[in-house]
């Protein structure tokens, strides 16, 4: 029985060992409270139905939060979850229906910059290794030359059986220099690499999805339709279809995004719309003004019966990648699950990220782009640029279906409990008129197949006016580079736009010495003054354009899930190549002039790291 008293307090502090069940269960004009250190345990339903509640401040000692410990607090606006917090339980937070700040320890942003990396990694590996051979020529130094004719010896062997290994040689020359300064470990390390160990696990995954989800996507009658209607692209759609089972569709609508402010305000007003799932996918999802007004509409679906799943990568996520904060959006009915948690010990598996942007609503509206969950992307929050530009896409229709198959597939790699996908696939879509088609499609490090890099090669190919490029990054290897060359001297108007700043410092100096060789072959590269450029676009000749996720780095390229769309013939490569032509009025051309007065510490640090581009 509570007190009388206690009921009408405004505000409540004290010191007590634990808060028992029904502790405060109703206390109608209860507006916060601050639960001293001793507290570890809150029971069920303790503040339940305290409705006029606005904020509760947890401290750090508290281990164990129990089911419906704060449901019908409709009016809580935020709540810290301390880092220590080992379990929450059912539907905590079932009907706050104003909660829109949850605050984690700033701690584990710093993780993201520490960790993100491979080459880092590779680096510290270096330190310690050449630390072990200093010790080995001390304690072995009357039969050091019998030690260095035999990691000699090893390292020739090395070299050859590199150079009859398949595979790209900007990698191979890449492993040289570990092998060269430190050849039993370099080779250690390559064939940690090259056995994938970790890794297994995620591709026999990845092939038994790829192939649950094939008899969904295989023979479409749409495809066969749009393949007869624009026979002149029949060769990409095939390829894309006999390697990775990503149909055509011709009668679906598509609609562009210059900037994250116009996708946001969209997808807002679709989210709202939701009648039976929302699926979102995300490599970033930050807390802020974005991922709030988002997680507030999801909440109000919740409770009207919608089926909400989210996705996000752990290390692109770091703020979020707690276990703590999938449990507290499983307690508000959202099923939450972070894509390979980060744990800090050596396993390839965990380089290949979730980079993928897909929110897929009810199965009728799709988005992707370059654009993820955070303040950034919609201009609320500039920390380093006046203005971020990125770009994105939405579909409608039977195209929708891929993006089902696309979210399915990687939830269920992340999940040991499956979902099926004749529930979410097999529905009615509504049908467009034919203007164009589309092909979404995704990418993997373990499907044997590069398609997006292919992709990007047959739009170079094919082009015979132009092809306009946006990408944050330029950093790729000789097949894409000798593409875009070959464009410029087949007189193909080839144009890139790229940042002026740089969010990665050491991948803006390899970018540079990049840009060098376009320029020098007749490609004009121009920097985005205004701020970041984070689109990733191609559009070319009025007839082909993508949009989608993949950089043109490496890590995009060759290691990261990705997706994205190629599209013909359809009147929105109107509005990519507008887009491109307006936002070049904003970007400045990077002459051989302009080159030279780069930095020399810029330079010096691009060249260096130029050889390890398939790292960074």
């Not at 007065?597 to 390890?612: A, D, N, Q, S, Y």
Request: with cysteine.
């Amino acid at each position: 029985m509570i007190p009388e008293k206690i009921m009408v307090h405004k505000t409540i502090e004290f010191e007590v060992t634990g808060i028992a069940r029904h502790a405060f269960f109703r206390c109608t004009s209860l507006l916060s409270i601050v639960i001293p250190n001793s507290v570890k345990t809150i029971r069920e339903a303790a503040f339940a139905e305290c409705s006029a509640l606005e904020e509760v401040i947890l401290p750090t000692s508290i281990k164990k939060i129990h089911n419906n410990a704060f449901v019908g607090c409709s009016s809580l606006k935020s709540i810290n979850l301390p880092n220590d917090l080992k379990e929450i339980g059912s539907s905590v937070f079932s009907g706050c229906t104003s909660l829109s700040s949850v605050t984690l320890p700033k701690k584990l942003k710093a993780i993201k910059t520490i960790f993100y990396g491979r080459l880092i990694l590779i680096i510290l590996l270096l330190l310690i290794q050449i630390a072990i051979f200093s010790l080995f020529i001390f304690a072995l130094e009357p039969y050091i030359q019998y030690f260095i004719g035999t990691t000699t010896l090893l390292g020739i062997l090395f070299i050859v059986y590199l150079a009859n290994c398949k595979g790209k040689n900007e990698f191979k020359i890449a492993w040289l220099v570990p092998v060269l300064i430190l050849p039993i470990f370099g080779i250690g390390l390559y064939f940690i690499y090259k056995t994938n160990l970790g890794g297994h696990k995620l591709n026999q995954s990845i092939k038994d999805e790829e192939q649950k989800s094939a008899k969904y996507l295989k023979q479409l009658p749409d495809s066969e339709e749009a393949k007869k209607l624009y026979p002149k692209m029949k060769d990409i759609a095939s390829y894309l279809e006999n390697n990775g089972n990503f149909p055509c569709y011709t009668n679906s609508q598509i609609k562009y995004f210059p900037s994250g402010e116009l996708f946001f305000a969209d997808i807002i007003e679709e989210l709202n719309k939701a009648q039976k799932f929302i699926f979102l996918e995300y490599f970033i999802i930050e807390p802020g003004y974005m991922w709030h007004s988002i997680l507030a509409i999801l909440k109000k679906k919740v409770s009207e019966g919608v089926e909400v799943k989210v996705l996000y990568d752990s290390l692109g996520s770091i703020t979020l990648s707690s276990s703590t904060y999938e449990r507290y959006l499983s307690a508000l009915g959202i099923q939450a699950k972070i894509f390979l948690p980060f744990v800090p010990i050596f396993n390839t598996g965990l380089n290949n990220r979730d980079h993928k942007k897909i929110l897929n609503i009810d199965g009728k509206v799709a988005y992707t782009g370059g654009i993820n969950i955070s303040d950034e992307y919609i201009n609320k929050e500039h920390p380093r640029f006046n203005y971020w530009k990125d770009t994105a896409i939405k579909i409608s229709g039977p195209a929708v279906r891929s993006f089902t198959a696309m979210f399915i597939q990687q939830w269920n790699i992340a999940n040991k409990t499956k979902i099926e996908y004749e529930k979410y696939i097999n529905i009615e879509y509504k049908k467009y008129q034919p203007f164009g088609t589309i092909i979404p499609y995704a990418d993997n490090a373990h499907n044997n197949e590069d398609i997006a890099e292919n992709i990007y090669n047959y739009i170079l190919s094919k082009s015979h006016n132009y092809v306009h490029i946006m990408t944050p990054y330029i950093i790729i290897d000789s097949s894409l580079l000798e593409a875009l060359i070959f464009a410029a001297k087949r007189n193909v108007n080839v144009e890139l736009i790229v940042p002026k700043n740089y969010d990665h410092f050491i991948t803006f100096c390899v970018g540079r010495t990049f840009i060098k060789k376009l320029i020098e072959n007749g490609i004009k590269v121009y920097q985005y003054e205004p701020g970041f450029i984070h689109a990733k676009s191609f559009v070319s000749d009025d007839n082909r354009a993508c949009i989608g996720s993949v950089n043109l780095d490496y890590r995009s390229l060759y290691h990261h899930f990705e997706c994205g769309a190629f599209i013909y013939s359809s009147p929105v490569i109107a509005d990519i190549e507008q887009d491109f032509q307006e936002t070049k009025k904003q970007c400045k051309l990077i002459t051989m002039e302009e080159y030279k007065k780069i930095p020399l510490h810029i330079k010096l640090i691009g060249w260096f790291f130029h050889v390890f581009s398939p790292l960074l």
